[in-house]
């Protein structure tokens, strides 16, 4: 479902057009609740919904169903009658928790704008909402919001030092700082927590990640046996989750260890993500390391295809292409590399991979 706002939409089609669609039948009265495709129609989601709450609906039912009619009615331009449903949602004492779980919904969808709003008002009305405060931290972090991101993050650690989702992500964006030790230690208190909780499906991702982060941290210190493990324990986390094995994949690329798992990480993250720029990406960065030249222009193009300003894979591609005897090509993709990311042959030049 969609967050519930005030948003104008204008609605014009001939009379000649009207008349040559195909008529549609109204939707069963709790269909209005369901996401589909193409979305129905301002007036059918009044008429369905106004059905389902004459019917006396559960009252965790009803909650939806006020709020998604609602929606129609904004959707149809009828402000007051909007208010006055969203108003009567607003008296159930589940109200917080629906728009908690929404905003997550949100955040999941990369919707950070509505997310933010239903989250802001799902920890206003429940100031202990602890999930709230964590996903709206996440919501202001994905967003680029960093400091009202960092300020939420420690306000639900101070509510509660129990949830892996906050250490974790405080604990990235101490790394992007290059606060080595208190990312270090905001890690290792997610890994903690994440063991105290016990088995929990939603606490593994960001488990994962902290696992990753350590890993990145193990590397840089020069203990690659330790910082294997912590990339595997990642992967064993999130067996389904792209990410996991492109973290795996290119941490081992850029340390040029254990090539041949690495391999099979890429090769998994590359299909779990149906072939995403990113994992592409961490792929032909591998290929590079073991000299398969081909197969890193190929990634690199594939890579492009999807995000086209991505200075790696244009980097990548051009040393490709010097290997692959294209001088011209290749200058001019490294060129447009560094025009992107003036750090990027300094970056490339560390790792060993310089152009011939």
């Known amino acids: 479902m969609r967050v519930w706002m005030s948003v104008v939409v204008a ?143 420690k306000h639900a650690i101070s509510i509660t030092d129990r949830d892996p989702v906050t250490h974790n992500a405080l604990g990235h964006l101490y790394l992007q700082r290059g606060d080595k030790v208190q990312a270090l230690a905001e890690f290792n208190a997610a890994i903690a927590a994440a063991r105290r909780a016990g088995p929990d499906d939603s606490y593994s991702h960001a488990t994962g990640q902290a696992y990753a982060g350590r890993a990145i941290l193990e590397f840089e210190k020069g203990d690659t046996a330790a910082a294997l493990v912590d990339l595997d324990a990642d992967v064993n986390l999130s067996p389904k989750f792209a990410g996991a094995y492109n973290d795996g994949c290119y941490q081992r690329a850029v340390a040029n260890v254990d090539l041949k798992r690495a391999e099979a990480l890429c090769d998994r993250a590359v299909e779990l993500s149906k072939h995403d720029w990113e994992e592409l990406d961490s792929r032909a960065l591998l290929n590079a390391r073991e000299g398969r030249w081909n197969d890193v222009q190929a990634d690199a193009d594939a890579a492009l295809k999807v995000n086209p300003r991505l200075a790696s894979a244009l980097y990548l591609r051009g040393l490709a292409k010097l290997h692959l005897g294209d001088p011209q090509g290749g200058h001019a993709d490294i060129s447009a590399a560094q025009r992107r990311d003036p750090a990027i042959v300094r970056r490339f030049d560390a790792w060993d991979l310089k152009a011939p």
Do not use: H
Request: net charge negative.
């Open 11 to 153: 609605m014009a089609a001939s009379v000649a057009a009207a008349a040559a669609e195909p008529e549609q039948k109204p939707l069963a009265p709790y269909a209005c609740l369901d996401d589909r495709t193409p979305a129905p129609a301002a007036q059918e989601i009044i008429a369905a919904c106004t059905v389902a709450l004459n019917n006396r609906p559960s009252a965790i039912l009803r909650l939806n169903l006020l709020v998604r009619r609602a929606e129609g009615y904004d959707m149809a331009g009828d402000g007051p009658r909007a208010v006055a449903d969203f108003d009567a949602a607003k008296t159930d004492s589940r109200f917080f928790g629906f728009l908690g779980e929404r905003g997550s919904d949100l955040v999941g969808r990369r919707d950070y704008g509505r997310a933010i709003a239903d989250l802001k008002e799902s920890t206003r009305l429940r100031p202990d909402y602890e999930i709230g405060w964590v996903n709206l931290a996440v919501a202001y972090l994905n967003s680029g919001d960093t400091s009202r991101g960092e300020e939420t993050l």
